[in-house]
């Protein structure tokens, strides 16, 4: 299926004139994550493409980026390959980006411990995590401020409240929180404004339908799925040996669930082969027609090393599935071996705090 090259841009939120590609690039695929990342100037010229084909919602965060040598803190590099290609293309790009994860606790336990969360959401921290975020990306403004992952030891409305002098002073446009509960999402709507929450939520992760996702159709915030391919898996092209050097393949599903999960693959493969779409956009076109289930926007945020693989992506807005089609992918999940955390603290996910 063809892409359209010029794809129309949806309201992400009802709560703010905010305007998005119909998907999104996740900009953590460029980095080492997966196994090595591109280089810099590969990295940017992957993105040109994106954008040159409608792809213009950029998503990074300031942890992203192999850290350098000798310094603490967010790695940020991966906003710093940006910064050249925010100098020449600015107004081409809808940019978002998050701030708050210091560290991965290993167990809740360690977690709920001062300075041992993880992460850090006290209202100083907001401020120069955002001034390092723009000095690195070369901006003035971010678009999409992300808070990363709640703080344990502070309340939302805390760190909400920092962000939302963000806002005031000009330094960010639009507030966002990443794999936030309904509790915390109200708490923190009920603060500031919130225009997107962004989690995990694709065919074989769909526990945010239990009480995110209906939240947030209630308070009108959009939602931006990660991670919407399964971290590669459900584009049906991924190789154990593709993993075998990465993060992947020490995940449950990834791991000793590989062979057990390739029975995921079957519904969706009979759907792509019906639509004449690929895995791809099939995995995508199920995420855009569960929004319209529920009466939100969503926006997927799939990433790739190959620009050619992110303008497939796009042809996802041309699939239309049939109700029965949707049923049959509906299935996926329950038939998944394996969790979607990846990380020992079953907190760091809001499936593990609801």
Known sequence: ?????????????????????????????????????????????????????????????DVYGEPRPGTEGPAGTNEEMLAPL????????????????????????????????????????????????????????????????????????????????LVEAGKVRHLGLSEVTSDELRRAHATSPITAVQSEWSLWSRDVEDHVVPACAELGVGFVPYSPLGRGFLTGTLTKEQVASDFRSQTARMGEGWDANQKA???????????????????????????????????????????????????????????????ALDGIAAAVSGGRNIVPNPEWISGGRE
């Not at 004139?17 to 591109?38: D, N, Q, R, T, W």
């Not at 997927?300 to 090393?305: A, E, K, L, T, Y």
């Open 1 to 61: 299926m063809n892409a359209n090259p010029m794809p129309n841009k949806i309201r992400l939120s009802s709560n703010a004139e905010f305007k998005v590609s119909p998907i999104g690039f996740g900009g953590m695929a460029l980095s080492h994550v997966y196994g090595g990342g591109l280089s810099d100037h590969d990295a940017r010229a992957t993105l040109d493409e994106a954008i040159d084909a409608g792809i213009t919602f950029i998503d990074t965060a």
């Open 86 to 165: 925010l100098a020449k293309r600015r107004t081409d790009v809808q940019l978002a980006s998050k701030f708050g994860i210091t560290g991965v606790p290993l167990s809740a336990d360690e977690g709920a411990k001062p300075g041992k969360s993880g992460v850090d959401g006290r209202p100083e921290y907001v401020r120069s995590a955002a001034e390092a975020s723009l000095r690195r990306l070369g901006v003035d403004t971010i678009d999409l401020y992300y808070l990363h992952r709640p703080d344990p030891n502070v309340p939302i409305e805390e760190t909400v409240g920092a962000m939302a002098k």
């Open 265 to 327: 693959l079957t519904a969706l493969a009979d759907v792509a082969a019906e639509t004449g779409a690929s895995h791809a956009q099939v995995a995508l076109a199920w995420l855009r027609a569960k929004g319209e289930q529920y009466g939100l926007s969503v926006v997927p945020i799939p990433g790739s090393r190959k620009s050619s693989r992110m303008i497939e992506n796009l042809g996802c807005v041309d699939v239309h599935l049939t109700a029965t089609q949707i049923e």
